[in-house]
């Protein structure tokens, strides 16, 4: 790493004095203290039987870096990120998240871009957006799991990387209005066969 993108990502760090200078030796690290001590008991037991070594971090709650994304992506840098290890970073502050492989699981074609915008789109933010952290990286661990068994054409990016989660709580106002708009549909259905038939 050139000295000037080291300092770079050094300060991007600095204000992240709870991470350790090292990758930590623990699979799952939950600085925001949101997971269960079950939960993390579980998540770990999961991580260690799967076939690639698993990072995971949450942030704390009232941490969230200005970008989030050169934040992960230094992150990944200073703990030298290879091999088949992945890295999943959660911001439950921002309700973002990131995820990035090391280089060999590219030829698997589960590539950093696949992880961002299939396994994390489909697996972590559903069942983040209802509050399931837990959840969210259980499914999502899994899935880079059943992915990396069945290797696939490399993956080709489309769009911009998915990073977000609504709040918990919007998913709920999305399916009430949904259910109005059926009831409306409904409605006006029956009020226009009765027309149709009186006529």
Same mark, same amino acid.
């Given at each position: 790493?050139?000295?000037?993108?080291?300092?770079?990502?050094? !300060?991007?760090? %600095?204000?992240?004095? #709870?991470?350790?200078?090292?990758? $930590? =030796?623990? +699979?799952?690290?939950?600085? *925001?203290?949101?997971?269960?001590?079950?939960?993390?008991?579980?998540?770990?037991?999961?991580?260690?039987?799967?076939?690639?070594?698993?990072?995971?971090?949450?942030?704390?709650?009232?941490?969230?870096?200005?970008?989030?994304?050169?934040?992960?992506?230094?992150?990944?840098?200073?703990?030298?990120?290879?091999?088949?290890?992945?890295?999943?970073?959660? !911001?439950?502050? %921002?309700?973002?998240? #990131?995820?990035?492989?090391?280089? $060999? =699981?590219? +030829?698997?074609?589960?590539? *950093?871009?696949?992880?961002q915008q299939i396994i994390l789109q489909r697996e972590f933010i559903p069942y983040a957006a209802k509050g399931d952290l837990g959840?969210?990286?259980?499914?999502?661990?899994?899935?880079?799991?059943?992915?990396?068994?069945?290797?696939r054409a490399g993956f080709t990016a489309f769009g911009g990387i998915l990073r977000g989660w609504p709040p918990a709580g919007s998913?709920?106002? %999305?399916?009430?209005?949904?259910?109005?708009?059926?009831?409306?549909?409904?409605?006006?259905?029956?009020?226009?066969?009765?027309?149709?038939?009186?006529?």
């Open positions: 790493m050139a000295r000037g993108s080291e300092s770079v990502s050094n !300060d991007i760090l %600095s204000q992240a004095k #709870f991470l350790p200078e090292t990758e $930590p =030796l623990t +699979a799952i690290n939950d600085y *925001s203290h949101t997971l269960s001590g079950a939960q993390i008991g579980s998540l770990t037991q999961q991580a260690s039987a799967v076939n690639f070594k698993a990072i995971v971090v949450v942030l704390p709650d009232d941490f969230s870096p200005p970008s989030f994304e050169d934040f992960a992506v230094a992150l990944a840098k200073k703990w030298a990120l290879s091999g088949r290890e992945v890295l999943l970073l959660v !911001d439950t502050k %921002s309700h973002k998240v #990131f995820a990035m492989g090391g280089s $060999p =699981l590219n +030829a698997a074609g589960v590539s *950093s871009e696949y992880l959840g969210a990286i259980s499914h999502t661990l899994a899935a880079v799991d059943s992915a990396l068994a069945h290797p998913q709920l106002v %999305s399916c009430a209005l949904l259910a109005a708009l059926a009831a409306v549909i409904v409605v006006a259905l029956v009020v226009w066969r009765r027309r149709a038939r009186r006529r």
